[in-house]
């Protein structure tokens, strides 16, 4: 279906949008006397608009700001030591998203804990994991689960199929992370002059368009919720302008054909059934209450948290600022490891190291040097 | 069924039944093994030697194997270097219960793809090693070629940069037949020894300044290569890059990047522009350059960068590959 | 945060469903769009459809986008003219 754009079509069309982004941002400079301000709320809106170029060629009229939307950067040290501790254990398996081998934990990563020996495999789906587990009757497999709300139903598919399978060797270890509640954590008490939200696909797919009405009716600000390819992430940002420049605090859906005003009914219905909501640790803010989704008391025999555990050491403290770059407060240039001590190579923080990472975005497509 | 066991690698009687009745057979060369090492008379001209191992898993997939590969890989390197490649010799080690069978059907292919470009197989050695300590089977092949004719690297700006296809199919290939990602396609690797198609490109051009095959690492890392070995800045233009729908579609839903897959049938030409048509047609008139195209430019022969021209207009600069590929999830 | 693909449902076996992106194919959940038919879209993430592609809607903006660029060209001929 997307070949209904032909790539000659798209070039045109998002050039076509590029000029319009910039003909209002002048407009919005004129009016306000400074560069628009917005915060793309998604790892995945972070790497398109770098890949694609948008961000570059915007740099002189948006203030692009990435927010706290890379799962793996998001999660608290004291977390990503404690999943990576896991794999000590005698007879067990663990299972991961491909982002979380070679994060760096205090002592080590994923990776290097599977050169050491340890029986660390990457899966596709967190359903995978379940068959791993039933492919090994005699091990135990724990699925190392992170991610916003577009993930959590799929760590709720993989307890259904466990459940239903009666599988007790397979259990989760889950550090979900919810989209609301940061944002308003943002809004409440950091320091940050926006004009609006790029609102991510994924996550509105699940949650719907209204679920961020609260944006607009309490905190007066416009927000768009945006596709991935270059044209819709420059019509989004021309929506955005538009309504900023008319102080309109509105919640557009700028991804129709995906996502509705109730999002997906179903998925909802099962991330509930089977996680309620839970107070998680954010990378350098600390705990922030009703964050998170976690295993319900019911299904506790499928929760790692409560068959396993872990020694919880304190951190091993770096220089590395990815706690303020997921806020949105400093820019990856600004962290003095950024590039130096810290490469994709060699990351020093989680954003460096994830596909989706404002610092792995930013090495990867921003420098010139 | 038929295996090998460790008297296969011993150097006794069933080692010699290998070598004479699978080896030499296939490879049809006897007259190099009266000797411990293979003679070989050397015309004019410079001698290229390149080595390289091959423990590709699966060992069977879609569109060849691990002895194809084999020699491919080794003939490729030579024929990229602008050496004629003469012979190879190449090295076996085998894991202890690998069935004869499938040793059969690598050696069948290795000889068939020998065959067809003109090389000679000349030398080998067995080794086999217990069950558990290698993986199947890995071969080493070292390739001898001639150079009558080196290629100059000496490049000017708006010289143009040619790949001899599609990118990206063999890496997404060995992904669907690893079966780990529950990926399926059609595709077939791009496996091929190339010194025919480069031969062509290298009568029809004396202007070509360099070669390469983007093998591991992809397109991207390749180019990184070139342009930091010779200080260019080459710029590619995005949409030029031939890319197969499956290949886009597979990356699109794994989220790999096309340009860091590995190819093992393509080569980067850097040609001076005025003969930039005449590489083209004369890889083009051979079925494995068909989709050959032109996908950048040297724009300065300083600073040593790759940059992508987005259809946006804008640039960014690429880098080579860090780390593993790995499936981007969440 | 997600990769997120437009697939289009080639097969449906009780609870999952093969879908194919340009030639490419998997297998895919469908636990939380169990209305999906043969012929539609799905968006894919981590092994589940998650959502069906509204067509109508992505006709719409793809005509809104045409739109814009046929009114681009009849400007730019305007100014050669002028």
Same mark, same amino acid.
């Given at each position: 279906?997307?070949?209904?754009?032909?790539?000659?079509?798209?070039?045109?069309?998002?050039?076509?949008?590029?000029?319009?982004?910039?003909?209002?941002?002048?407009?919005?400079?004129?009016?306000?006397?400074?560069?628009?301000?917005?915060?793309?709320?998604?790892?995945?809106?972070?790497?398109?608009?770098?890949?694609?170029?948008?961000?570059?060629?915007?740099?002189?009229?948006?203030?692009?700001?990435?927010?706290?939307?890379?799962?793996?950067?998001?999660?608290?040290?004291?977390?990503?030591?404690?999943?990576?501790?896991?794999?000590?254990?005698?007879?067990?398996?663990?299972?991961?998203?491909?982002?979380?081998?070679?994060?760096?934990?205090?002592?080590?990563?994923?990776?290097?804990?599977?050169?050491?020996?340890?029986?660390?495999?990457?899966?596709?789906?967190?359903?995978?994991?379940?068959?791993?587990?039933?492919?090994?009757?005699?091990?135990?497999?724990?699925?190392?689960?992170?991610?916003?709300?577009?993930?959590?139903?799929?760590?709720?598919?993989?307890?259904?199929?466990?459940?239903?399978?009666?599988?007790?060797?397979?259990?989760?270890?889950?550090?979900?992370?919810?989209?609301?509640?940061?944002?308003?954590?943002?809004?409440?008490?950091?320091?940050?002059?926006?004009?609006?939200?790029?609102?991510?696909?994924?996550?509105?797919?699940?949650?719907?368009?209204?679920?961020?009405?609260?944006?607009?009716?309490?905190?007066?600000?416009?927000?768009?919720?945006?596709?991935?390819?270059?044209?819709?992430?420059?019509?989004?940002?021309?929506?955005?302008?538009?309504?900023?420049?008319?102080?309109?605090?509105?919640?557009?859906?700028?991804?129709?054909?995906?996502?509705?005003?109730?999002?997906?009914?179903?998925?909802?219905?099962?991330?509930?059934?089977?996680?309620?909501?839970?107070?998680?640790?954010?990378?350098?803010?600390?705990?922030?209450?009703?964050?998170?989704?976690?295993?319900?008391?019911?299904?506790?025999?499928?929760?790692?948290?409560?068959?396993?555990?872990?020694?919880?050491?304190?951190?091993?403290?770096?220089?590395?600022?990815?706690?303020?770059?997921?806020?949105?407060?400093?820019?990856?240039?600004?962290?003095?490891?950024?590039?130096?001590?810290?490469?994709?190579?060699?990351?020093?923080?989680?954003?460096?190291?994830?596909?989706?990472?404002?610092?792995?975005?930013?090495?990867?497509?921003?420098?010139?040097? | 069924?038929?295996?090998?066991?460790?008297?296969?690698?011993?150097?006794?009687?069933?080692?010699?039944?290998?070598?004479?009745?699978?080896?030499?057979?296939?490879?049809?060369? #006897?007259? =190099? &093994?009266?000797?411990?090492?293979?003679?070989?008379?050397?015309?004019? %001209? !410079? @001698? *290229?030697?390149?080595? #390289?191992? =091959? &423990?590709?898993?699966?060992?069977?997939?879609?569109?060849?194997?691990? %002895? !194809? @590969? *084999?020699?491919?890989?080794?003939?490729?390197?030579?024929?990229?270097?602008?050496?004629?490649?003469?012979?190879?010799?190449?090295?076996?080690?085998?894991?202890?219960?690998?069935?004869?069978?499938?040793?059969?059907?690598?050696?069948?292919?290795?000889?068939?793809?020998?065959?067809?470009?003109?090389?000679?197989?000349?030398?080998?050695?067995?080794?086999?090693?217990?069950?558990?300590?290698?993986?199947?089977?890995?071969?080493?092949?070292?390739?001898?070629?001639?150079?009558?004719?080196?290629?100059?690297?000496?490049?000017?700006?708006?010289?143009?940069?040619?790949?001899?296809?599609?990118?990206?199919?063999?890496?997404?290939?060995?992904?669907?037949?690893?079966?780990?990602?529950?990926?399926?396609?059609?595709?077939?690797?791009?496996?091929?020894?190339?010194?025919?198609?480069?031969?062509?490109?290298?009568?029809?051009?004396?202007?070509?300044?360099?070669?390469?095959?983007?093998?591991?690492?992809?397109?991207?890392?390749?180019?990184?290569?070139?342009?930091?070995?010779?200080?260019?800045?080459?710029?590619?233009?995005?949409?030029?890059?031939?890319?197969?729908?499956?290949?886009?579609?597979?990356?699109?839903?794994?989220?790999?990047?096309?340009?860091?897959?590995?190819?093992?049938?393509?080569?980067?030409?850097?040609?001076?522009?005025?003969?930039?048509?005449?590489?083209?047609?004369?890889?083009?008139?051979?079925?494995?350059?068909?989709?050959?195209?032109?996908?950048?430019?040297?724009?300065?022969?300083?600073?040593?960068?790759?940059?992508?021209?987005?259809?946006?207009?804008?640039?960014?600069?690429?880098?080579?590959?860090?780390?593993?590929?790995?499936?981007?999830?969440? | 945060?997600?990769?997120?693909?437009?697939?289009?449902?080639?097969?449906?076996?009780?609870?999952?469903?093969?879908?194919?992106?340009?030639?490419?194919?998997?297998?895919?959940?469908?636990?939380?769009?169990?209305?999906?038919?043969?012929?539609?879209?799905?968006?894919?993430?981590?092994?589940?459809?998650?959502?069906?592609?509204?067509?109508?809607?992505?006709?719409?903006?793809?005509?809104?986008?045409?739109?814009?660029?046929?009114?681009?060209?009849?400007?730019?001929?305007?100014?050669?003219?002028?």
């Amino acid at each position: 279906m997307q070949e209904l754009l032909t790539p000659q079509m798209n070039k045109t069309v998002s050039q076509l949008l590029l000029k319009e982004v910039v003909r209002l941002s002048k407009q919005f400079q004129h009016k306000f006397n400074r560069l628009p301000a917005f915060m793309e709320v998604c790892g995945s809106h972070t790497m398109a608009l770098a890949r694609t170029g948008v961000k570059k060629a915007l740099q002189n009229d948006i203030r692009l700001i990435s927010g706290p939307g890379c799962p793996v950067c998001v999660t608290d040290q004291s977390i990503i030591d404690a999943m990576i501790s896991l794999t000590d254990g005698e007879n067990r398996i663990i299972c991961t998203f491909g982002d979380m081998m070679r994060v760096p934990g205090s002592g080590g990563t994923l990776m290097q804990a599977k050169t050491e020996g340890n029986d660390i495999r990457i899966v596709y789906s967190p359903v995978d994991a379940v068959r791993v587990a039933e492919q090994h009757p005699e091990k135990e497999v724990i699925f190392l689960g992170i991610g916003f709300e577009t993930t959590i139903p799929i760590l709720a598919a993989a307890i259904k199929e466990a459940e239903e399978k009666r599988i007790l060797n397979f259990s989760m270890w889950m550090s979900t992370k919810l989209v609301e509640p940061i944002l308003r954590y943002l809004l409440d008490y950091d320091d940050l002059a926006l004009d609006g939200f790029l609102l991510p696909g994924h996550v509105s797919m699940v949650m719907g368009r209204k679920h961020f009405e609260f944006l607009a009716e309490e905190y007066r600000l416009p927000a768009v919720i945006s596709g991935f390819e270059a044209v819709d992430l420059l019509s989004s940002l021309r929506q955005l302008l538009l309504l900023a420049l008319a102080e309109r605090p509105l919640v557009m859906n700028n991804y129709q054909n995906v996502v509705t005003e109730d999002g997906n009914t179903h998925a909802k219905h099962w991330m509930n059934h089977y996680f309620s909501l839970c107070d998680e640790a954010w990378r350098g803010i600390g705990s922030i209450p009703n964050s998170g989704m976690d295993i319900r008391k019911e299904y506790e025999q499928w929760d790692a948290k409560k068959k396993f555990s872990v020694l919880a050491k304190r951190p091993r403290k770096t220089k590395c600022r990815c706690g303020e770059i997921i806020r949105g407060l400093i820019e990856p240039p600004e962290c003095a490891l950024f590039a130096k001590a810290c490469t994709p190579l060699h990351p020093v923080g989680p954003c460096m190291v994830s596909s989706e990472g404002s610092c792995a975005a930013y090495f990867q497509y921003m420098r010139e040097e | 069924m038929e295996r090998i066991t460790l008297a296969h690698g011993d150097g006794g009687e069933l080692a010699h039944q290998l070598v004479q009745q699978l080896f030499v057979a296939h490879f049809h060369h #006897d007259a =190099f &093994v009266k000797f411990d090492a293979a003679l070989l008379s050397i015309e004019k %001209g !410079k @001698l *290229a030697i390149t080595t #390289d191992s =091959f &423990v590709v898993k699966p060992l069977f997939f879609p569109g060849g194997n691990i %002895g !194809k @590969l *084999a020699v491919a890989g080794t003939v490729n390197d030579l024929a990229v270097s602008g050496a004629i490649p003469k012979a190879i010799t190449c090295g076996f080690i085998l894991e202890e219960g690998f069935p004869i069978s499938d040793l059969k059907r690598i050696v069948r292919s290795m000889a068939e793809e020998a065959q067809k470009i003109g090389v000679a197989i000349v030398a080998g050695d067995t080794k086999v090693v217990e069950r558990g300590a290698a993986d199947g089977i890995y071969i080493n092949t070292t390739g001898i070629g001639i150079v009558e004719e080196p290629l100059v690297p000496s490049f000017q700006e708006g010289d143009s940069v040619i790949i001899s296809g599609s990118v990206g199919d063999h890496g997404i290939t060995i992904f669907a037949a690893r079966g780990e990602l529950g990926l399926m396609t059609n595709l077939t690797s791009d496996c091929a020894a190339l010194s025919p198609m480069i031969s062509q490109a290298t009568k029809a051009s004396k202007q070509i300044r360099i070669m390469r095959d983007p093998t591991r690492g992809g397109l991207a890392t390749a180019l990184v290569e070139i342009c930091e070995d010779f200080q260019l800045t080459i710029e590619l233009s995005e949409d030029a890059i031939p890319i197969k729908r499956e290949v886009e579609g597979a990356c699109d839903l794994l989220g790999f990047d096309p340009l860091y897959l590995a190819n093992e049938g393509k080569v980067i030409f850097i040609v001076a522009k005025e003969d930039e048509q005449k590489v083209l047609q004369a890889i083009g008139s051979r079925e494995e350059g068909k989709e050959a195209a032109v996908i950048g430019t040297v724009r300065a022969t300083e600073k040593g960068q790759l940059l992508l021209r987005t259809p946006l207009g804008t640039t960014r600069r690429l880098y080579r590959l860090t780390g593993l590929l790995l499936p981007r999830i969440c | 945060m997600c990769v997120g693909v437009p697939a289009k449902v080639i097969d449906i076996n009780g609870l999952s469903a093969l879908v194919d992106v340009m030639g490419s194919q998997m297998n895919v959940g469908i636990l939380f769009v169990p209305e999906v038919q043969i012929g539609d879209y799905v968006v894919v993430h981590a092994g589940q459809a998650m959502s069906i592609v509204d067509e109508q809607c992505a006709k719409a903006s793809l005509e809104e986008w045409r739109k814009l660029v046929d009114a681009r060209i009849a400007d730019s001929s305007n100014e050669q003219n002028g």
